[in-house]
């Protein structure tokens, strides 16, 4: 079910202003792809239009070519409502359903779809609640109270109620934006460990700030960075995360990763 | 953050004696806020207070079922007097704009809110505001001198199409001056309270939800469904009951409007129909001392409603408060 991702000479534009310029990568199946870089260079928003959520903004477009296993996912006749049903997403911030039980949080994607003649009884709900929540490694806390409002949890268990709700509908790719930067050091061991294990199944990219996780979770990473003040936000460099942090070929890589500016 | 000051030792910004309560800031503000509390409740109270002690003479006057009769003659002797009519015009015309107010004015709200592009949102939050203010004396003449000519054409429709319904059935034929007609203006009166009020409660719906849903494959109304609506209902019954509220106790559009008639007709597109507030303002000038007690009496009455309707309101937001969002 993970498929790889091919983006080329992607720019990224709010309105006039350009935002990210020329970005070409590649994403292979089952892997975790960190990005790196200082805040602002535009590395949260090239993960967002890997599943077209940054259209959300009014007058954001892009030029330049996503194809997931071969298909572009800005051609024309592709609505992105169905890119983002295939290419889930975890943000910054947990953001379970506050209106909504645990229980109802995690089976949210898939009321939606009715395509795909998924069955809908209570008994396979409750399988996929329950093998979403395992996924998420969240099942042994919550079990016990799944018609409890997930705003209820711990910020850790929040987050990781949002990892289930995203892998319930079995996408292709997971995208996740700094999906621990509002966590503490308990909650964030929990949620590498958990992408660990997602990895078998997912085709993984990850923004964050942490050097030292990019360095524990991914094996691929790359670097962003601005051309200049005021110019758009690039990709320096991608490579093997162990290279990117001992031997990077690019010297603007090599004074971020060991610290000297960033 | 209140107990701070006596969890302290000696804080040295705060002077000796003034530990318990607080810095001089906090009491002269914590004073004024539960001085303004305790105030709406004396005036409550002493709004029942009134409306309960000048009624005692009609009612003791009245010689009829207060609640079940349908004729106003309080000044006879004996009195006859009851509020059937009145309720039944009140509830009528207020349920009619409400059904027509509240998915509207929410239709609004939401194009508002997440369909118009920018310029077009602020233009029309602005008109809907402007709309908010207009006095409903305006509402009444505009409804009595254009509403009502140009809607005798949709009333008659009713009842040819829908005639079989039995409130659209009108045995006249004739359409004007009309429950029917007085809940359309009350509903445009009330439409852009409605909608000023639910696009607020919608601006206030966090983007996270928002983008949560919308990255699941939601489509716009289905994020609406998902995100927006069950994070917004306790607003969006408050903005319900602040139209309510406006609609129950209309007086002068409804007043200019209804031709006064103390009857319970529940064809609503015939003419007749009254109104608590209507009522009171073309009887007061009128009225002998039993007469002004009897219309006190009926504007308890429609006090009474309001406080229930709004209790319940309350009620229904707080069935679901752990799932507010708020926690």
């Given at each position: 079910m993970a498929k790889r991702i091919d983006v080329s000479d992607l720019d990224i534009y709010y309105s006039k202003f350009?935002?990210?310029?020329?970005v070409t990568f590649s994403v292979e199946p089952r892997t975790v792809t960190a990005f790196i870089g200082?805040?602002?260079?535009?590395k949260s928003t090239v993960l967002r239009t890997l599943n077209r959520m940054?259209?959300?903004?009014?007058g954001a477009y892009v030029n330049g070519k996503v194809l997931l296993d071969g298909e572009n996912?800005?051609?024309?006749?592709?609505d992105p409502v169905n890119v983002r049903r295939t290419i889930g997403m975890v943000f910054q911030r947990p953001n379970p359903?506050?209106?909504?039980?645990i229980y109802d949080n995690v089976i949210a994607g898939i009321k939606l779809e009715r395509t795909k003649g998924v069955k809908r009884d209570r008994a396979s709900m409750d399988a996929v609640v329950e093998k979403s929540l395992r996924g998420a490694n969240l099942w042994e806390e919550v079990k016990d109270r799944l018609?409890?409002?997930?705003?209820?949890?711990s910020g850790g268990q929040q987050q990781r109620l949002c990892i289930a709700r995203a892998i319930a509908v079995e996408p292709q790719v997971l995208l996740m934006d700094?999906?621990?930067?509002?966590?503490d050091p308990i909650s964030t061991l929990a949620i590498e460990d958990l992408i660990e294990d997602l990895k078998e199944r997912y085709t993984i990219v990850i923004v964050t700030h942490n050097m030292q996780q990019a360095a524990r979770v991914s094996s691929t990473t790359a670097f962003f960075n601005l051309a200049g003040i005021g110019q758009p936000g690039r990709m320096v460099e991608m490579g093997p995360t162990a290279k990117i942090f001992s031997?990077?070929?690019?010297k603007a890589t090599e004074d971020y990763v060991s610290g000297r500016f960033g | 953050m209140s107990n701070t000051a006596t969890e302290n030792?000696?804080?040295?910004l705060i002077p000796h004696g003034h530990q318990q309560t607080g810095r001089v800031g906090d009491r002269i503000f914590r004073g004024f806020a539960s001085g303004a509390g305790i105030f709406v409740l004396v005036i409550m109270g002493a709004i029942g207070a009134f409306l309960i002690w000048k009624s005692i003479p009609s009612l003791q006057a009245d010689s009829t079922n207060f609640f079940t009769?349908?004729?106003?003659?309080?000044?006879?002797n004996p009195a006859v007097f009851g509020i059937a009519a009145l309720l039944f015009g009140t509830v009528i015309s207020a349920t009619i704009a409400m059904v027509l107010a509240v998915p509207v004015g929410i239709g609004i709200a939401l194009f508002i809110a997440f369909y118009a592009p920018r310029p077009v949102a602020s233009t029309l939050a602005f008109i809907t505001d402007l709309l908010a203010a207009v006095p409903s004396i305006i509402f009444g003449l505009w409804g009595l001198a254009v509403l009502m000519p140009n809607m005798q054409g949709t009333a008659q429709w009713l009842n040819d199409?829908?005639?079989?319904?039995p409130i659209f059935d009108?045995?006249?034929?004739i359409y004007s001056k009309s429950l029917f007609i007085a809940g359309v203006v009350l509903a445009i009166m009330v439409l852009p309270t409605v909608s000023a009020v639910t696009r607020e409660v919608f601006i206030q719906v966090p983007s996270e939800h928002v983008e949560g849903a919308l990255a699941l494959g939601a489509t716009r109304w289905e994020m609406v469904r998902m995100a927006v609506f069950p994070f917004s209902l306790p607003g969006m019954i408050s903005a319900a009951m602040l139209g309510l509220g406006r609609a129950l106790g209309e007086t002068i559009a409804v007043a200019l409007i209804l031709s006064a008639a103390f009857t319970i007709n529940w064809?609503?597109?015939e003419p007749g129909g009254n109104s608590f507030a209507a009522n009171i303002a073309l009887k007061w000038n009128e009225a002998g001392p039993i007469g002004l007690s009897a219309l006190i009496a009926s504007g308890l009455v429609l006090f009474l409603i309001t406080l229930v309707v709004n209790m319940l309101a309350r009620w229904i937001v707080s069935r679901r408060k752990d799932f507010s969002g708020a926690n």
């Open positions: 350009l935002a990210v310029e020329g200082p805040s602002g260079c535009g940054h259209e959300v903004i009014p996912i800005y051609d024309s006749d592709v359903f506050p209106t909504m039980s018609s409890r409002p997930g705003s209820g949890l700094e999906p621990c930067s509002a966590l031997t990077p070929t690019e | 030792e000696h804080d040295p009769t349908t004729e106003w003659f309080p000044d006879d199409y829908l005639g079989w319904i009108n045995t006249l034929g064809h609503i597109t």
